[in-house]
């Protein structure tokens, strides 16, 4: 099983506070770790405001070394196709080839009206979220010397270079999640190595996955769909360390041990089991105290010696 933290920097913290979060995940043998992608609180005042999702995953890409790095996820709405590209593409040349590009069609309004970004009608951004992986898997993967060219409803372009390419090739894993029906899993089964279920049960998860992984077998893919899950991370050594831990993010603690990755070391080991019973392969601890180093560390010595599989040095 993988093992990703995933944060919520939007919330309000500092590149110098992702940075300790993201070095003491490296540290303790974590396979990824993941921001959002927002620009606008969800809760609160938001502390010190929203960053760049891109711009402080590049810091980190230099200020690491192993772990993988990526967005959980960016919205389709925030940047043109052809500038992602070229962002992502470049994030991934220095870090050496440890990124991966969750993107998703957008849905927070709230943020687009705060900063200026137009958001279209749900059917408009899903339109224009299948001609954006077009375009930016187009220009990853059309070979060196070549030109590329894309004519869409929304997106055209003419007689590019494709330049720069990312370190890996044909480009970083795309990850693409939700719980659309149709659309979502069409679009996973097409452009996405891994589709993730944020904030669901596992019996939530269960349909949601066998359809799409329904869509993924039908689809011409030379591997297979990667499943992954998100949740919560309020892990503690007993009930009176979980409770603290969910007071200080301000969650009840009854609800965050039904719907998350939360209790003892040992009872979420067992829901991260239900999920690898679904096919799951990869979680993500959504941590919301980027203070509580300690919390990581605990996850790091007591979770994942117990998971399935090797921990990388």
Not at 193 to 218: G, H, Q, Y
Request: proline share 7%; hydrophobic share 40%; glycine share 10%.
């Amino acid at each position: 099983m993988e093992t990703c933290i995933f944060t919520e920097p939007q919330q309000g913290a500092t590149y110098d506070d992702l940075l300790r979060v993201a070095q003491t995940a490296e540290a303790g043998g974590f396979t990824g770790f993941f921001r959002s992608d927002h620009y606008l609180a969800m809760s609160g005042d938001g502390g010190v405001g929203p960053s760049d999702a891109w711009i402080t995953l590049a810091g980190l890409a230099r200020d690491t070394s192993r772990v993988r790095l990526g967005t959980l996820v960016t919205s389709a709405t925030f940047r043109l196709p052809g500038p992602t590209a070229i962002a992502v593409a470049g994030v991934d040349a220095m870090s050496g080839g440890r990124v991966e590009f969750g993107i998703g069609a957008g849905w927070f309004e709230s943020e687009h009206t705060a900063y200026g970004i137009p958001f279209p009608s749900l059917g408009e951004r899903f339109d224009k979220f299948e001609e954006y992986l077009a375009v930016v898997t187009g220009l990853w993967s059309t070979p060196e010397g070549d030109r590329f060219a894309f004519d869409g409803a929304h997106f055209q372009v003419a007689d590019s270079p494709a330049l720069p390419k990312p370190a890996q090739h044909p480009g970083p894993p795309i990850i693409i999640g939700g719980g659309g029906k149709k659309r979502t899993p069409a679009l996973a089964a097409r452009y996405a190595a891994e589709f993730n279920t944020p904030f669901l049960t596992p019996d939530d998860a269960a349909p949601v996955l066998r359809r799409v992984v329904e869509v993924a077998d039908a689809a011409d893919r030379s591997t297979p769909l990667r499943l992954s899950a998100a949740h919560v991370l309020v892990c503690g050594r007993d009930d009176a360390e979980v409770a603290r831990r969910a007071d200080a993010i301000g969650r009840d603690v009854e609800e965050v041990r039904a719907t998350g990755f939360a209790g003892t070391p040992e009872q979420i080991v067992d829901t991260i089991g239900r999920f690898a019973d679904l096919g799951v392969s990869r979680v993500y601890f959504q941590t919301l105290d980027l203070t509580d180093l300690d919390h990581v560390e605990l996850v790091a010595a007591e979770v994942l010696p117990r998971l399935d599989g090797p921990v990388p040095d």
